[in-house]
């Protein structure tokens, strides 16, 4: 059983740096929809048959644990990190969790086969980000491992809870929003610190740790 871990933030951004923030996410985000149809869709494409019952016993045989089917009827579609070795390394693992998402939705709308997949799939599972988006999720090898809000009060807000809350951090699209408030103009009174709290933590009595630091307000 693993331990929980945490990552928090609130960080105020100047009201001239949200547009750049908000569009860095935004295209992130697509990008992962994009890229994970076009997964999703060679998936279809190497599964020996479209037959509905046949494209779960093979989606089983690749995916599953080995203890149960591939979950086609559960909404949280997870596939363990041992059970990727044949799938290509280029592609980023938010995107290949989406894949199966993508696959699911087409899978549950076939009469006897399972279509190809459809941007319709991927809207149902993952909504385009538009220039009204403000909540973004942030997906690793699992999806909605986090999510930044960005209001329209300028300030951001990261939250993750989980057993693997740290690792990610490191994924593709949270690079993007470093990378996003790493070009960031910080002015007075703006910024903040991307806080970590784990069960060993508070077992120690300690508060919890700084992990990043932005602008001139956490200085």
């Known amino acids: 059983m693993g ?20 569009r860095a996410l935004r295209e992130s985000h697509n990008l992962v929809r994009e890229a994970a149809l076009t997964r999703a869709k060679e998936i279809h494409r190497e599964v020996r048959t479209t037959s ?26 997870v596939i363990p990190a041992h059970l990727r070795h044949h799938e290509p390394a280029s592609v980023d693992d938010a995107a290949q969790g989406l894949a199966h998402h ?8 076939a009469k006897g086969s399972v279509p190809v997949p459809t941007q319709a799939d991927v809207e149902a599972v993952f909504p ?16 909605a491992d986090a999510e930044v809000t ?3 009060d300028g300030i951001l807000h990261w939250e993750r809870l989980s057993e693997r809350a740290h690792s ?8 993007v929003l470093w990378r996003a408030l790493d070009e960031v103009k910080w002015t007075r ?9 784990s069960e060993h933590s508070v077992e120690a009595f300690a508060g919890p740790s700084v992990v990043k630091v932005y602008g001139k307000r956490a200085a």
């Open 168 to 175: 990610v951090m490191e994924t593709g699209m949270a690079r």
């Open 52 to 77: 509905k019952k046949s494209f779960d016993a093979d989606m089983t045989e690749r995916y599953s644990d080995g203890s149960k089917r591939f979950p086609w009827s559960s909404g949280s579609i």
């Open 102 to 109: 993508i696959l699911r939705q087409a899978y549950l709308r």
């Open 150 to 152: 960005i209001g329209e």
């Open 3 to 22: 331990h929980w871990s945490e990552e928090t933030a609130t960080i105020i951004l100047p009201k001239t740096a949200v547009p750049a923030v908000r």
């Open 128 to 143: 385009k980000a538009t220039t009204r988006t403000t909540s973004f999720p942030i997906l690793g090898d699992h999806c």
């Open 189 to 197: 009174g703006t910024g903040g610190e991307v806080l970590h709290q």
